[in-house]
């Protein structure tokens, strides 16, 4: 007897991997039970995170940016919860869609839950990085706190189209165990949780972070993490291309590797790093317990 099958790559940016799913018409109906069997590392495929490739015009939340982008991201963390926008999975998403054919070198839109992203991928077929104009940063304000243990830090909240808060350490190890979420407080800072990063200094606009992902738990990398982590820095330091009309660069360095992040005096941010797939396969609808519509 055969059992429809669910077509499926894996990729990653900077080792934040993806199991991706190529479901153009929007049939695939991923609960987060599906989700999080696909994200486990030892029952499942393994990975931080789910990218579900759909038309814009095939899915309810990305309907009105059918015009402006064909393909909609609708990403979803390891634990199966949803999130607005994910840096690293946008850049993996593009390579999917060169890879596919669907799209060529060069630029493409890409809708999210957090609204359009631009995309350019750069020439070299396989291997060229891919940048993202990531939107603009919000910096909602406030006091915030980060404890791990019995340490405590000030901790700057970003909003990338998804939460963070970032916070300079003075060695990455005092980030301790990532894989429980550190405390955040005001929890009313984040009334949808957040993500968390630790950042060291590495050298002149070069600074290395760890990171606590929301739903996800310790990753190698997350690309909207490291544009907060780029916008805290460039604000301790001095530099605000808001102010200043002189736009900023930084290398953002995480376990996984390395970001090439600017800010522009008009506060949209702008990422650059690598977009890989690695392999492709199926698997039995039935093994996921999922509705096929
Ligand atoms: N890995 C991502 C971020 C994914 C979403 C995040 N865990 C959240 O819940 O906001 C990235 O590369 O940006």
């Known amino acids: 007897m055969s059992t429809a099958q669910i077509a499926f790559l894996k990729g990653h940016g900077t ?5 991706i799913i190529p479901d153009h018409d929007g049939l695939v109906e991923l609960s987060p039970a599906a989700v999080a069997r696909l994200c486990d590392r030892r029952a499942g495929l393994g990975a931080d995170g789910v990218l579900r490739v759909v038309r814009s015009a095939a ?53 999210t839950r957090a609204g359009v992203r631009r995309v350019h991928i750069a020439k070299e077929s396989a291997g060229g990085d891919v940048t993202v104009s990531m939107g603009k940063v919000l910096l909602p304000g406030g006091d915030v706190t980060v404890t791990v243990g019995d340490r405590s830090w000030p901790a700057h909240n970003v909003n990338m ?10 060695d990455l190890a005092d ?61 301790r330091d001095g530099a605000d291309p808001a102010l200043t009309g002189v736009p900023v660069s930084y290398t ?42």
């Open 161 to 170: 189209g998804n939460p963070h808060a970032v916070l300079f350490v003075d």
């Open 15 to 19: 080792e934040n991997d993806f199991v």
């Open 59 to 111: 899915h309810p939340e990305a309907r009105a940016m059918a015009d402006e982008a064909e393909w909609f991201m609708d990403y979803r963390n390891s634990d199966g919860t949803v999130a607005e926008m994910c840096g690293n999975g946008v850049r993996v998403f593009a390579r999917y869609l060169q890879r596919a054919g669907l799209t060529g070198a060069g630029d493409l839109a890409v809708a």
């Open 252 to 293: 953002v360095d995480v376990p996984g590797g390395r970001l090439v992040i600017g800010e522009s005096p008009d506060g949209s941010v702008e990422m650059t790093g690598p977009a890989v797939i690695v392999a492709e396969g199926a698997f039995d609808a039935s093994w996921l317990g999922t509705a096929l519509g």
């Open 175 to 235: 980030a301790g165990n990532l894989y429980t979420a550190p405390l955040v407080t005001p929890a009313a800072a984040y009334p949808e949780g957040t993500n968390v990063e630790f950042v060291v200094d590495r050298g002149p606009r070069h600074v290395a972070m760890r990171v606590h992902e929301r739903g996800s738990g310790e990753t190698r990398s997350c690309g909207t993490g490291a544009c907060a982590v780029m916008v805290a820095t460039a604000r």
